[in-house]
C-alpha cells in the first residue's frame, strides 16, 4: 500500500462520522443530550486534524524521496550518456534494457533499436560461442572481457570489446553492465574475475 493510503482511508471515515454527528446535533439542538454528542464531536475534530497533519508529512516525505530519486536517476544518465565508451544494461534474459548514444554508434543503430534485442541479435553468428560463454560466467557471478564482431544493419562487422560485469540486486543477479569499445585487431582478451557483489 502506497504512503498515506491507509491514513487517507481512515480520514474518509472520520469525516464520514463528523457529517453524521454534525447532522444529530442539528437534530437534537433543542434537547439537553445534545452536550454529550458534542463531546465526540469535539473529539472527531481532534483526531482528523491530527489525521490530516500526519497524511500531509508523510505525503511531503514521500514527494521528497521521489524527486530526490529522479535527481539521482538523471545524474547517472548524464554521466552515462557523457561517456566515450558504450555502456549497455541488460536484464536476466539478456536482453538490453539501455544502450547509451556511444553504444548506439558502435552497433549502427539507434538507441530504441538496441533495447529489447540480444547481443547474439546484434554480433556475427560465428562468434556467438564466445558470447554464450561469457554469459555463463556472468551467471555465476564473473566479470570478463572479450571480443567479438558486431554486425551493423548495413551489412558491415565491426570487432568491438566487451568488458562485462553482473548486475546485482539484493544479492541476486538480474542482469549486467558492459562497456563495449571499438577493439585493436591484436588486442588480448582478459581473464574473467570475480565481480565485487552489491546490494
Keep these: 500500500m502506497r504512503p498515506g493510503v491507509r491514513e487517507l482511508r481512515f480520514g474518509y471515515g472520520l469525516f464520514a462520522l463528523l457529517l453524521m454527528t454534525t447532522l444529530l446535533v442539528v437534530v437534537l439542538m433543542e434537547r439537553p443530550a445534545v452536550y454529550w ?18 497524511i500531509i508529512r508523510i505525503v511531503r516525505h514521500h514527494r521528497q524521496v521521489r524527486e530526490s530519486y529522479e535527481q539521482e536517476l538523471d545524474f547517472a544518465r548524464q554521466v552515462m ?14 536482453q538490453f534494457v539501455y544502450a547509451n548514444q556511444a553504444a548506439a554508434e ?3 543503430r539507434p538507441p530504441e533499436e538496441i533495447v529489447g534485442n540480444t547481443a547474439f541479435a546484434l554480433t556475427t553468428p560465428e562468434d556467438h560461442h564466445l558470447l554464450r560463454a561469457a554469459q555463463q ?16 544493419p548495413g551489412g558491415e562487422h565491426v570487432r568491438v570489446q566487451v568488458t562485462g560485469t553482473p548486475r546485482f ?18 588486442a588480448p582478451a582478459g581473464q574473467d574475475t570475480p565481480a565485487p557483489r552489491s546490494g
Design 169 to 186: 540486486h539484493q544479492g541476486r543477479i538480474v542482469g549486467s553492465f558492459a562497456s563495449v569499445i571499438l577493439a585493436p585487431e591484436l
Design 37 to 54: 454528542v458534542l463531546l465526540p464531536l469535539l473529539a472527531t475534530q481532534v483526531l482528523a486534524l491530527w489525521l490530516a497533519r500526519r
Design 106 to 108: 558502435i552497433y549502427g
Design 137 to 152: 560466467a556472468r551467471q555465476r557471478g564473473r566479470s570478463g572481457a572479450y571480443h567479438v564482431r558486431v554486425q551493423r
Design 81 to 94: 550518456e557523457s561517456m566515450v565508451h558504450g555502456v549497455t544494461v541488460t536484464d536476466k534474459h539478456g
